[in-house]
């Protein structure tokens, strides 16, 4: 088959591999679509300590070689009996396992759902992991109720458009930051009420603050809990999924235990999150954001789309 590999140096390669071969209790799906994360990025950089070459990508979806059903992939692969946390052997698909910029790949069984009926292929690759993500932080993390107000952080990523469109969904007034105030102005056409541009707000938490604060904020930044915790409202959620900006921060605590703040980190979400996930995206009008589609055979191209301007998913197509 012809598959997409990763090299020592973080050089990606498009190259023919060896078909993979079922284990037990595995079947071999045919994708149709990859779609990229900002994880494949840090493993490409080496930020994982994953063998190499491997071959990188957590979304996907085909058709099971088995049955001829269309399914997507749950990314996540023994996530345990637990709903607080993952259990010790919980990985992502996509390092230290092979992931799926491939034209086949084999899978437990227990990963594979069917295809939401409504979703092109390219929108079917693109959801998996980062609306899990989001549907985890927002609900089981972040316990957002109809009626409060949500700050996304970094308008334009995978993860953040699904926040917007989730928590709209779900009653919620959402706000977002971003550079770029096209990149705001996408996001209030996906539902938000508005956003602040940090690039040029120095004061970007004051300006969310005159704007009525949150009651959660979904920071995938990593380097800005200060910034974020300062958003919140009494009582407030901070939910941190991602170290985009940096993973070191320094805390003010006084204020933090004044306000009766939370704190709280999210990874992916768990198989029962990924059926609540499904049924609030058949109850939904919306569509999962897709900002391009290459083929697999310019998954370089596509890396320096994900690592410059973008708003929504990127899908490689086999």
């Not at 932080?137 to 316990?143: C, E, I, K, P, T």
């Not at 938000?192 to 920071?219: F, I, K, M, R, S």
Request: glycine fraction near 12%; hydrophobic fraction near 45%.
């Amino acid at each position: 088959m012809h598959a997409v590999r990763v090299h020592p140096g973080g050089e990606l390669s498009y190259e023919d591999v060896p078909n993979p071969v079922p284990g037990p209790g595995e079947v071999l799906v045919e994708l149709r679509r990859s779609a990229l994360n900002r994880r494949d990025l840090l493993v490409c950089r080496g930020v994982y300590p994953f063998s190499l070459p491997l071959i990188p990508g957590s979304d996907g979806a085909g058709v099971r070689r088995d049955t001829g059903e269309d399914v997507v992939i749950l990314p996540g692969l023994r996530w345990g009996p637990g709903e607080v946390a993952p259990g010790p052997e919980f990985e992502i698909l996509g390092g230290p396992r092979n992931g799926t910029y491939a034209e086949l790949i084999a899978l437990p069984e227990e990963n594979l759902y069917p295809k939401p009926a409504a979703l092109s292929w390219d929108e079917a690759a693109a959801f998996p992991l980062a609306a899990l993500t989001a549907y985890r932080a927002l609900f089981s993390r972040g316990a957002l109720q109809p009626g409060e107000t949500v700050l996304v952080l970094g308008a334009g990523s995978g993860v953040s458009a699904f926040a917007v469109q989730l928590a709209v969904q779900a009653g919620a007034r959402v706000l977002v930051t971003s550079s770029s105030d096209a990149k705001i102005e996408r996001a209030v056409a996906l539902g938000a009420d508005a956003g602040v541009n940090y690039a040029t707000t120095p004061d970007w938490p004051a300006a969310v603050t005159e704007l009525g604060g949150a009651d959660v904020v979904v920071d995938s930044v990593g380097s800005t809990w200060q910034q974020s915790l300062e958003c919140a409202r009494p009582g407030g959620r901070v939910v941190v999924l991602g170290a985009t900006g940096g993973a070191e921060v320094t805390l003010q605590v006084r204020p933090f235990y004044f306000g009766q703040l939370s704190l709280l980190g999210t990874l992916m979400g768990s198989p029962r999150e990924f059926d609540g996930l499904l049924r609030m995206m058949a109850e939904a009008s919306w569509r999962p954001v897709v900002d391009a589609v290459f083929p697999l055979d310019e998954a370089v191209a596509a890396h320096e789309r994900l690592a410059g301007e973008h708003f929504g998913k990127i899908v490689l197509a086999m």
